[in-house]
């Protein structure tokens, strides 16, 4: 540790080494962690109006978390069937989206990383980023004419006849997923670009003249050496897809409700912090959980998601 501190004030000097690690502490500690804490708090206290907090009825309780699992007391169902479902739907969702964009970003990462460069790569890399100069709020208004009745794909597909009625495909969730999807793709492209990058060349053309297929150079070769910035790609699209609530807010259908909707329902419609801290507690921990289980499977370390 004494080695790698001495390397650090070395490259970045005494000054500028002191004023990273003080911002980066100032936002990890005051921005992240305290603000978690917090809420975990919140979510084991009961909805109490503000004359009675930290009062004698200000206790640690489980009510809030109970209530995602079997609901209100009194209900005639023995448990909370639309959160729950809402929840599982969402997790769902957000795996789908990360295998949408695994799949279609790998070979985008694989092409800008193993290209000689030039001027053809700069524009490349150009254009993908270009799109992401807008807001995202503003992105998934444009996706939801894009999509909708009266939209550019609707028209396309009537203009030449091949359907009879635009398709709705806000209801159908297409345009949800799409814009989940394409709101993350450089969260994708840029990790594994980063590593595919790095790999010799030479290794790919041994394989080659060894005889060795493509899709077997890809799972023997390249697969396993970008696997961290697969992991890194795919744990940021999970999280945030999970986390989404502009696209779902703006893309979703009248039955695609997501979980941080029910968080945010709590918090600015109900004025239930308290509910609303215990709703994001569970889903933060159940997508931290899925993800250490995913790299445990996959044999993927955390520093490996860090280079």
């Not at 930290?54 to 079997?70: A, E, R």
């Not at 009194?74 to 809402?86: A, F, H, K, P, R």
């Not at 999509?147 to 969730?173: A, C, Q, R, T, Y």
């Not at 961290?228 to 744990?235: E, K, L, Q, R, Y």
């Amino acid at each position: 540790m004494n080695g790698f501190m001495k390397d650090y004030f070395r490259t970045n000097g005494l000054a500028m080494g002191w004023t990273l690690i003080l911002l980066v502490g100032f936002w990890v500690v005051f921005l992240i962690i305290l603000p978690q804490i917090a809420m975990l708090d919140f979510s084991f206290r009961p909805n109490l109006p503000p004359p009675e907090m930290g009062g004698p009825k200000d206790i640690h309780t489980l009510d809030n978390y109970k209530y995602l699992i079997y609901g209100a007391q009194g209900s005639e169902s023995t448990y909370n069937i639309v959160d729950l479902s809402v929840f599982v739907r969402t997790l769902i969702a957000a795996v789908f989206v990360t295998i949408f964009d695994l799949v279609l970003c790998y070979p985008i990462a694989y092409y800008l990383g193993q290209s000689k460069g030039g001027g053809t790569l700069r524009v490349l890399v150009l254009l993908l980023i270009i799109p992401y100069w807008i807001n995202e709020i503003l992105r998934a208004f444009a996706f939801k004419i894009i999509f909708g009745d009266s939209g550019v794909i609707n028209e396309v597909l009537m203009f030449f006849h091949l359907v009879d009625s635009p398709i709705d495909f806000i209801k159908m969730n297409v345009a949800l997923y799409a814009g989940l999807g394409y709101a993350y793709i450089l969260l994708m492209i840029f990790p594994m670009y980063n590593v595919i990058e790095s790999l010799d060349r030479n290794q790919i053309e041994a394989a080659r003249d060894m005889g060795a297929s493509w899709a077997m150079i890809h799972r023997r070769i390249v697969i396993p050496f970008a696997k961290p910035g697969i992991s890194s790609g795919c744990t940021m699209v999970f999280m945030l897809s999970a986390g989404a609530l502009a696209a779902p807010q703006i893309l979703g259908g009248p039955s695609s409700l997501w979980f941080t909707q029910r968080v945010y329902q709590w918090f600015n419609m109900n004025g239930n912090w308290t509910q609303g801290s215990a709703y994001a507690i569970v889903l933060l921990v159940t997508c931290i959980i899925i993800v250490l289980s995913v790299m445990k499977l996959f044999k993927v370390n955390m520093g490996d998601i860090g280079k």
